[in-house]
């Protein structure tokens, strides 16, 4: 059975960083890409980045290209997603994603605010 458990969102003031985590269970995650996705009230789900397997490839929406990093250790069964330079139109809750099985995490608030 997939499952995925986020972690590491909170309050934090424009300007601030924080660093999310996803850990995963029920297969072989050093096979398969990850991703991140967001969805901030009343707007539809978007994509935030992607990291291959082997995390040698890895994209990022343009809104946050330059600020945030993502990265995985396949040794920990863990993406990561650190957030930099946090803006109001970040807050979101931030969602990990494995594309192959279409699984979701139950997700973890960001907000960033003063």
């Known amino acids: 059975q997939v499952q995925l458990v986020e972690s590491g969102g909170g309050l934090v003031q424009p300007g601030g960083s924080l660093k999310l985590s996803c850990l995963v269970s029920?297969?072989?995650?050093?096979?398969?890409?990850m991703t991140w996705y967001r969805q901030a009230p009343g707007k539809e789900r978007e994509f935030v980045s992607y990291?291959?397997?082997?995390?040698?490839?890895?994209t990022y929406a343009d809104s946050v290209k330059g600020r945030f990093t993502i990265s995985r250790d396949n040794a920990k069964n863990t993406v990561y997603l650190q957030m930099n330079t946090l803006k109001p139109e970040d807050t979101a809750v931030y969602y990990c994603?494995?594309?192959?099985?279409?699984?979701w995490g139950q997700g973890t608030q960001v907000t960033v605010s003063s």
């Open positions: 994603n494995v594309p192959h099985f279409g699984s």
């Open positions: 029920g297969f072989t995650f050093s096979n398969y890409a």
């Open positions: 990291i291959s397997n082997a995390g040698v490839s890895r």
